[in-house]
């Protein structure tokens, strides 16, 4: 079963526009994950935040959560082609230690 | 430093064959995970490995499916027979310490099965 679920499905856009990646999902957490997956390749992690932090940055990523509302947001600013990729939120729930994965969200970012 | 190896790449299988498939994770690294990831889907955790131990295989078919991590370092995965439906990637996965879900996990390439 899937734990968390992305919005948008798919999302086009031209290279340098920002995108913004969203993830809902349905009990506590102890912490959720970012993962991206380029064709043919592994998952990659991208970053971590446990449920006492409400926003965290990497680079040109940001990621925000509520756990109010159980949702949290993957922003990449200023896109690249080499962004294209499928991206993948990950919970852990707090009544176990298991990663969770959703469907994940199909980035295409036009050069 | 090699991340996690996995092989074969790539495998066509008839129906009610067996299949074996192959990971070693990261050196030094003490979890291990195998994941099935369906077409448009994200990954499925199969068992979770803490040393030699499975302490999470609630989500593997044992029916068909058999795991081993011998001496806490290489595993494999089985399926004996398969199924159509078993066409999916087979993730593998490691980490320093898996207890508390805290740690990053770094992924293999997988293997792509196709079962015809």
């Known amino acids: 079963s899937q734990q968390g679920e992305e919005d948008p499905q798919a999302l086009s856009i031209q290279e340098g526009e920002n995108a913004t990646m969203n993830c809902s999902y349905k009990t506590s957490i102890n912490n959720l994950q970012w993962y991206r997956q380029n064709s043919g390749r592994g998952l990659v992690h991208l970053i971590l935040i446990r449920s006492n932090e409400r926003e965290k940055h990497s680079g040109r990523l940001r990621v925000t959560l509520d756990t109010s509302k159980k949702s949290s947001s993957l922003l990449i600013t200023a896109s690249r082609a080499a962004d294209t990729a499928s991206y993948f939120c990950?919970?852990?729930?707090?009544?176990?230690?298991?990663?969770?994965f959703g469907a994940g969200t199909i980035l295409r970012v036009k050069s | 430093e090699a991340g996690v190896v996995q092989s074969p790449r790539y495998k066509i299988i008839e129906k009610k064959q067996p299949v074996a498939f192959w990971c070693n994770p990261i050196s030094g690294h003490n979890t291990l995970y195998w994941y099935l990831q369906n077409l448009g889907q994200g990954p499925e955790l199969l068992i979770r490995y803490e040393n030699e131990e499975a302490v999470d295989d609630s989500q593997l078919p044992k029916d068909r499916f058999s795991a081993e991590r011998l001496k806490g370092v290489d595993s494999t995965l089985k399926i004996q027979p398969a199924e159509l439906g078993d066409s999916a990637v087979y993730l593998c996965?490691?980490?320093?310490?898996?207890?508390?879900?805290?740690?990053?996990?770094?992924f293999g390439p997988g293997t792509r099965l196709t079962v015809t």
């Open positions: 990950a919970t852990v729930p707090s009544y176990g230690n298991k990663l969770v």
């Open positions: 996965a490691s980490s320093l310490d898996g207890r508390g879900g805290s740690d990053e996990q770094y």
